[in-house]
């Protein structure tokens, strides 16, 4: 089936289990086997020119899934995990941040900015053979204004009716309107340009009422594929298998017959199997494997470096001692050396001055990030009464990247006098402890934008409406009336220029205020196999292998 390059037709494909790999012995078995003495690609195209279908794609993610439901799953795992099995109204166009139909076969937003209309295309089906109906996706998004903690609810805030379903005073958002079979209709308060990607989001994908009852009310293990893949199996913290769905139209993005997503894989064990011939692609390369991949005249083509709409650096608890104190807050953003965040990344990272990602409306090109200046930090910690010095706690997640960058910081803090002291937490259990008003007051953040708008990031990490006592969106506990207020006029501005020019103004005001230190917007970086064809990396759904094609075999 392998089509292995001439000097390597005598290695022997030996399939490598999760048990294995985490046991240590793969570096073991490479040693002593037939790793390719040149480390170049092992396996070429077998030179079709169109896609083909078949086979299995086999990649690796280096956290774990925490669920497969769509009305929780928030982290990047997870969402990779589910994006394949479930379709929305709408989606995103391929590589691209452009809204485009779905299941939708057309949609309007009316002439005021508030009423959205969606006419389902004919014959959608779920994996289990039931067509697809616009009550279904108006039970799908009642559902989750219902759920006390759904990460999503707020952004249903908006809805006719949204506060007394989450309040739990009604059954029905009156905003939320079943017009017939195939036709819905969603009417919001107030204009919000922003609004319409909600449909192309995860949460709002399909889902029958009974089918929630027969789960007993959980699609944690048991989500209803309405997209290309479909569930197979789910072995907790080893892998996850889909295939495809039988009632799928659209077989443009189900070329391969199953895709195998092994969990909580390391970095560089990823690409020693990918290597080896065990996975088709690897992401996010420690970096030592970047390095070499990056300098091979032969790899060359097969390194994908793609920006995403992400921002990470660290977050303070602005309501906690000593960070209360915008002097303290500012003064370790001055003593940052974005430099050696720049080195350590491998050049794979922009200097961030705030949360929007370069391309999205409203950022600050003007605004540059805070310049290294210890003795400008040092004279602002001695103004808030710390000149003796400070001792503070750091939580970051656990990941050999993180973990450097956390090193990093403990170093530039040390030259200006603060002691900080390095904890080390699981990604799922730092992100639920963060949201919470006695989490750890210091620590790592990173976020990925639901959507390319603004408001997938002002919004939603630095409105007091993004506060809340057990899981607070917005984990910096900061508020602010001036930028809350300003937050809303730009929601709901529909000229983009001013709209614009709102957002650099919000910009400013956190700049200004830091409840972060802003570090970094980080670029995707992947190696593929020469032989996976038809994908490209997206900017929302980051791994979206839905248009992917192996082209192995004999030549056509």
């Keep these: ?61 280096k956290d774990a899934i925490s669920t497969l439901d769509p009305a929780y799953a928030y982290d990047e795992a997870s969402i990779i995990a589910i994006h394949p099995m479930l379709d929305t109204l709408l989606d995103y166009e391929a590589g691209g941040t452009r809204l485009v139909p779905r299941l ?20 959608a089906r779920y994996a289990d053979g039931e ?71 995860p949460f709002t994908a399909p889902l029958r009422a009974d089918y929630l009852a027969r789960m007993g009310g959980s699609l944690r293990r048991h989500p209803l594929a309405s997209g290309p893949y479909q569930l197979d199996a789910w072995d907790e913290l080893l892998r996850v298998v889909l295939v495809r769905n039988p009632h799928y139209p659209d077989r443009s993005r189900a070329h391969v017959d199953r895709m195998v997503i092994l969990e909580n894989l390391a970095r560089d064990t990823q690409f020693l199997m990918f290597e080896r011939g065990e996975l088709d692609i ?6 030592p494997d970047l390095f070499w991949v990056r300098a091979q005249p032969a790899w060359a083509p097969f390194v994908l470096a793609t920006p995403m709409l992400n921002t990470y650096g660290s977050r303070f608890n602005v ?21 050696h965040i720049r080195k350590l990344l491998v050049g794979t990272a922009t200097p961030a001055h705030g949360i929007l990602p370069p391309g999205v409306l409203g950022r600050d090109e003007a605004l540059a990030p805070y310049p290294h200046d210890p003795a400008k930090a040092r004279a602002l910690l001695a103004e808030a009464g710390h000149g003796g010095g400070l001792a503070v706690e750091y939580a970051t997640i656990a990941d050999e990247e993180a973990q450097k960058l956390a090193a990093s910081l403990q170093s530039d803090l040390a030259e200006v006098g603060v002691d900080m002291r390095i904890s080390v937490m699981s990604i ?28 997938s990031f002002l919004d939603a990490k630095f409105h007091s409406r993004a506060i809340a006592d057990e899981a607070s ?42 409840p972060w230190m802003f570090g970094y917007h980080q670029v995707q970086t992947e190696v593929v196999q020469p032989y996976v064809q038809g994908y490209t990396p997206h900017p929302i759904w980051v791994r979206d292998y839905t248009t992917a094609w192996l082209d192995v075999g004999d030549p056509p």
């Excluded at 079979?181 to 340009?193: D, G, H, K, S």
């Excluded at 690897?282 to 970096?287: P, S």
């Excluded at 309501?319 to 430099?339: H, K, L, S, T, W």
Aim: net charge neutral; hydrophobic share 45%.
């Design 1 to 61: 089936m392998w089509r292995a390059r001439t000097a390597y037709h005598r290695c022997v494909r030996l399939p490598v289990t999760l048990a294995v790999v985490l046991a240590g012995g793969l570096a073991g078995g490479l040693a002593g086997g037939c790793a390719p003495p040149d480390r170049g690609p092992r396996f070429e195209r077998a030179g079709a020119t169109s896609p083909r279908d078949g086979g299995t794609l086999r990649f690796a993610h």
């Design 104 to 123: 939708a076969e057309s949609w309007e937003v009316g002439a005021d900015g508030t009423v959205y209309r969606f006419r389902l295309r004919a014959g």
């Design 131 to 201: 067509p697809i109906r616009a009550a279904d996706l108006a039970f799908s998004l009642e559902r989750v204004l219902k759920l006390p903690d759904s990460p999503f609810a707020y952004l249903l805030a908006g809805v006719v009716g949204a506060a007394d379903v989450t309040g739990g005073k009604a059954e029905h958002a009156g905003g939320i309107r079943v017009a017939g079979e195939r036709e819905l209709e969603v009417r919001i308060a107030a204009p919000n340009p922003a609004f319409v990607a909600v449909f192309a989001m």
């Design 282 to 287: 690897a992401d996010k390369l420690a970096a």
């Design 319 to 339: 309501r906690v001692a000593p960070f209360d104190d915008r002097r303290v807050r500012r003064a370790f953003n001055y003593a940052v050396n974005r430099d």
């Design 428 to 455: 799922p259990a730092l992100a639920a402890a963060m949201g919470k008003p006695d989490g750890p007051p210091f620590s790592w953040n990173g976020w990925s934008g639901d959507s390319p708008d603004p408001t």
């Design 473 to 514: 969106q917005n984990d910096a506990f900061y508020a602010n009336p001036e930028l809350d207020a300003l937050l809303d006029a730009a929601r709901e501005e529909r000229d983009p220029d001013r709209r614009a020019a709102m957002y650099r103004r919000a910009e400013r005001i956190v700049y200004d205020d830091a």
